[in-house]
């Protein structure tokens, strides 16, 4: 009854039953389409490859813009962003100049949720390295008094030497910030530097401070110093406070009153950590002009793809017409190119984001930065292939399932 | 006897012109051992097309299996080739790379039956054409006679109504020519119905029927004994 040895549910072949095309599972599927990947390595490196140089591309690209925010924001972790610093507003009448009341600090630090407080004040004086250099040559180098509280509330650190305190803060000593110490060439605590009308001692440096650039930038004497040897008037020009990051917000709403409760309005209030802030938005917003040429890379990538499976459909025209002999309809021959046509893109796609995600890895490794990678990238990256994969297939798979059938039976 | 083919003033004609098929009427019962047999430029390709229906005719009708192929869409007209017929080329048209018994299951892929037992059935029809001992190895590794067997076992592997055989002798030598005809007369004695597609009247003259083509038209046929 029928050509082979095993017994046939019966139903004579003139009475067959409904013609139905059985679907491939998914894993016939992928076997199917794998075959002429597997059957020609080099090829599908070598074509694979632009696809992978696109995706690697993009990937290092926001990976690398990734990491340096990464870095920006753990920075600001360590910096912190409940530091306040409240200075004199500008006056509503011209020509008169707004002081605070000598007595900031310490109604500052009695506010609820403030940790600490300290201050600093503008001392009419100039540094220079020696009387010897004219007097207008301040090298922008500031003299500022300094409360002894400061250098904690501004989680600073003395590079080398001391900080001021009770004891030197009383006698002719500067601390220099880490900017002012090198434009003045001093490297070492003992040093001396001509202020206003005589020596002061040098007896520490300072670490860089990225979040008071002021500070960086000043000489620093001690509060009762400034006031007796150079004439400080006592009114604070800066007043810094910390408090816990939960207060942040009830502190910045009630600092000027508690300041100058008379005029809050001639206390201006600001947040050194916002600066930060937008830099690390502004480094998320990684280099466009990059990320284009990635894309274009993408496109020739996914050119090269459809070269490739043009010239496999021409190769395996007898596969296709022995494939449709043994009863593939267009659309089984269609998925087979496509999903070719697929995985050669999906390998190029999944090797371009190992490669980008390297890349990112050696470029953060060698700058100290974190590593990250995000997720999004990643996923864009793939869909984007899949996508390429898809459209690049498409045309060839069409023209495969529109070969005749009758292709297998002319002998190669 | 159920009839398997049944070709009914088929025409087909080529763009340009060419008319490579002539009012062909031809009935094939089921268990059938028949040569379509006429030399190159007879028609006898484009009448093997149009019964493994690869190609529709331009007027007549065909009826495979009891389906009048005029009325199916590209779809089903693939599940008949699937299910009802069974091909054997003279190249072989071999997977290379892939073991025997895995290319005689690509036989069954567009079946819709599992892996496993497309496996399994592919074993089996390998014994059947004396195989049972090659299924691991490889196309290359494979005599041609071997290869030929190979197909064959493809072909049968579905158990289609009908298996169409395409100058399967013709890339082989005498002896390996032999044993693939033998193993078409074996298959005929289990009762399979086998059409086989030569320009050699002496392999032609072996067989229980012959058709006999030429520009296009059959010019004998010595007819089955049954119908």
């Given at each position: 009854?029928?050509?082979?040895?095993?017994?046939?549910?019966?139903?004579?072949?003139?009475?067959?039953?409904a013609?139905?095309?059985?679907?491939l599972?998914?894993?016939?599927?992928?076997h199917?389409?794998?075959?002429?990947?597997?059957?020609?390595?080099?090829?599908?490196?070598?074509?694979?490859?632009?696809?992978?140089?696109?995706?690697a591309?993009?990937?290092?690209?926001?990976?690398?813009?990734?990491?340096?925010k990464?870095?920006?924001?753990r920075?600001?972790?360590?910096?912190?962003?409940?530091?306040?610093?409240?200075?004199?507003?500008?006056?509503?009448f011209?020509?008169?100049?707004?002081?605070?009341?000598?007595?900031a600090?310490?109604?500052?630090?009695?506010?609820?949720?403030?940790?600490?407080?300290?201050?600093?004040?503008?001392?009419?004086?100039?540094?220079?390295?020696?009387?010897?250099?004219?007097?207008?040559?301040?090298?922008?180098i500031?003299?500022?008094?300094?409360?002894?509280?400061?250098?904690e509330?501004?989680?600073g650190?003395?590079?080398?030497?001391t900080w001021?305190?009770?004891?030197?803060?009383?006698?002719?000593?500067?601390?220099?910030?880490?900017?002012?110490?090198?434009?003045?060439g001093?490297?070492?605590p003992?040093?001396q530097?001509?202020?206003?009308?005589?020596?002061?001692?040098?007896?520490?440096i300072?670490?860089?401070?990225?979040?008071?650039?002021e500070?960086?930038?000043?000489?620093?004497?001690?509060?009762?110093?400034?006031?007796?040897?150079?004439g400080?008037?006592?009114?604070p020009?800066?007043?810094y406070?910390?408090?816990?990051?939960?207060?942040?917000?009830?502190?910045?709403?009630?600092?000027?009153?508690?300041?100058?409760?008379?005029?809050?309005?001639?206390v201006?209030?600001?947040?050194?950590?916002?600066?930060?802030?937008?830099?690390?938005?502004?480094?998320?917003?990684?280099?466009?002009?990059?990320?284009?040429?990635g894309?274009?890379?993408?496109?020739?990538?996914?050119?090269?793809?459809?070269?490739?499976m043009?010239?496999?459909?021409?190769?395996?025209?007898?596969?296709?017409?022995?494939?449709?002999?043994?009863?593939?309809?267009r659309?089984?021959?269609?998925?087979?190119?496509?999903?070719?046509?697929?995985?050669?893109?999906?390998?190029?796609?999944?090797?371009?984001?190992?490669?980008?995600?390297?890349?990112?890895?050696?470029?953060?490794?060698?700058?100290?930065?974190?590593?990250?990678?995000?997720?999004?990238?990643?996923?864009?990256?793939?869909?984007?292939?899949?996508?390429?994969?898809?459209?690049?297939?498409?045309?060839?798979?069409?023209?495969?399932?529109?070969?005749?059938?009758t292709?297998?039976?002319?002998?190669? | 006897?159920?009839?398997?083919?049944a070709?009914?003033?088929?025409?087909?004609?080529?763009?340009?012109?060419?008319?490579?098929?002539d009012?062909?009427?031809?009935?094939?019962?089921?268990?059938?051992?028949l040569?379509?047999?006429?030399?190159?430029?007879?028609?006898?390709?484009t009448?093997?097309?149009?019964?493994?229906?690869?190609?529709?005719?331009?007027?007549?009708?065909?009826?495979v299996?009891?389906?009048?192929?005029a009325?199916?869409?590209?779809?089903?007209?693939?599940?008949?080739?699937?299910q009802?017929?069974g091909?054997?080329?003279?190249?072989?048209?071999?997977?290379?790379?892939?073991s025997?018994q895995?290319?005689?299951?690509?036989?069954?892929?567009?079946?819709?039956?599992?892996?496993?037992?497309?496996?399994?059935?592919?074993?089996a029809?390998?014994?059947?054409?004396?195989?049972?001992?090659?299924?691991?190895?490889?196309?290359?590794?494979?005599?041609?006679?071997?290869?030929?067997?190979?197909?064959?076992a493809?072909?049968?592997?579905?158990?289609?109504?009908?298996?169409?055989?395409?100058?399967?002798?013709?890339?082989l030598?005498?002896?390996?020519g032999?044993?693939?005809?033998?193993?078409?007369?074996d298959l005929?004695?289990?009762?399979?119905?086998?059409?086989?597609?030569?320009?050699?009247?002496?392999?032609?003259?072996?067989?229980?029927?012959?058709?006999?083509m030429?520009?296009?038209?059959?010019?004998?046929?010595?007819?089955?004994?049954?119908?």
């Amino acid at each position: 009854m029928s050509a082979g040895t095993r017994e046939r549910p019966a139903h004579g072949p003139a009475h067959g039953p409904a013609l139905r095309a059985a679907r491939l599972s998914l894993r016939d599927v992928a076997h199917v389409g794998s075959a002429g990947l597997r059957s020609r390595p080099m090829r599908v490196v070598l074509s694979a490859l632009g696809i992978a140089i696109g995706i690697a591309t993009m990937i290092a690209v926001v990976g690398i813009s990734a990491s340096s925010k990464a870095q920006l924001l753990r920075q600001l972790d360590a910096l912190g962003t409940n530091l306040l610093v409240a200075t004199p507003g500008d006056s509503m009448f011209a020509g008169e100049t707004v002081k605070l009341p000598k007595e900031a600090v310490g109604t500052v630090g009695r506010i609820d949720g403030v940790e600490k407080a300290g201050a600093t004040g503008d001392v009419d004086a100039t540094v220079r390295r020696s009387e010897k250099i004219p007097a207008d040559e301040t090298a922008g180098i500031a003299v500022k008094a300094a409360t002894e509280s400061l250098l904690e509330v501004l989680r600073g650190k003395v590079a080398t030497g001391t900080w001021l305190n009770e004891a030197n803060g009383r006698y002719p000593a500067v601390v220099l910030g880490h900017v002012a110490a090198q434009r003045l060439g001093v490297t070492t605590p003992g040093q001396q530097v001509w202020v206003d009308n005589r020596y002061f001692t040098v007896v520490g440096i300072l670490d860089p401070l990225p979040l008071s650039p002021e500070i960086e930038r000043s000489a620093l004497v001690g509060w009762s110093a400034a006031q007796q040897l150079l004439g400080y008037d006592g009114h604070p020009t800066s007043v810094y406070e910390r408090s816990t990051d939960a207060t942040v917000h009830d502190v910045r709403k009630r600092m000027a009153g508690t300041i100058n409760p008379r005029s809050p309005q001639d206390v201006l209030v600001t947040d050194p950590s916002s600066a930060l802030q937008a830099k690390a938005a502004t480094e998320g917003a990684f280099s466009s002009l990059l990320l284009g040429l990635g894309g274009i890379a993408l496109l020739v990538g996914g050119v090269g793809v459809a070269n490739t499976m043009i010239i496999s459909v021409l190769e395996r025209r007898y596969e296709i017409g022995l494939r449709r002999s043994l009863g593939a309809t267009r659309g089984q021959i269609r998925i087979q190119f496509v999903t070719e046509s697929l995985m050669l893109s999906g390998l190029g796609g999944l090797a371009g984001v190992l490669l980008g995600a390297a890349a990112t890895g050696v470029y953060a490794t060698s700058g100290g930065l974190p590593w990250v990678v995000p997720l999004w990238a990643v996923a864009g990256g793939f869909v984007s292939t899949l996508l390429i994969g898809t459209i690049a297939g498409l045309y060839p798979a069409v023209r495969a399932a529109r070969l005749s059938p009758t292709l297998a039976l002319h002998a190669a | 006897m159920s009839t398997v083919v049944a070709l009914n003033g088929v025409t087909k004609e080529y763009p340009g012109g060419v008319r490579a098929l002539d009012g062909v009427d031809l009935t094939v019962g089921q268990g059938e051992l028949l040569a379509i047999v006429g030399p190159s430029g007879s028609g006898k390709s484009t009448l093997l097309h149009i019964v493994g229906t690869l190609d529709r005719p331009t007027t007549g009708s065909v009826a495979v299996a009891g389906h009048d192929i005029a009325e199916l869409s590209d779809r089903k007209l693939s599940a008949l080739r699937a299910q009802h017929i069974g091909f054997v080329f003279q190249a072989f048209h071999l997977v290379p790379g892939i073991s025997a018994q895995d290319n005689v299951a690509e036989g069954l892929l567009y079946s819709g039956l599992p892996r496993s037992e497309r496996r399994r059935l592919a074993a089996a029809a390998l014994d059947r054409v004396g195989l049972a001992e090659r299924t691991g190895h490889r196309p290359h590794e494979l005599s041609g006679g071997q290869k030929q067997r190979v197909a064959i076992a493809r072909a049968l592997v579905g158990e289609p109504d009908l298996l169409l055989a395409d100058e399967p002798t013709g890339a082989l030598d005498t002896a390996s020519g032999e044993t693939v005809m033998k193993l078409l007369h074996d298959l005929h004695q289990d009762g399979a119905t086998i059409a086989v597609i030569t320009h050699d009247t002496e392999i032609a003259e072996r067989l229980p029927r012959q058709v006999r083509m030429r520009d296009g038209q059959i010019v004998a046929d010595t007819g089955s004994g049954a119908l």
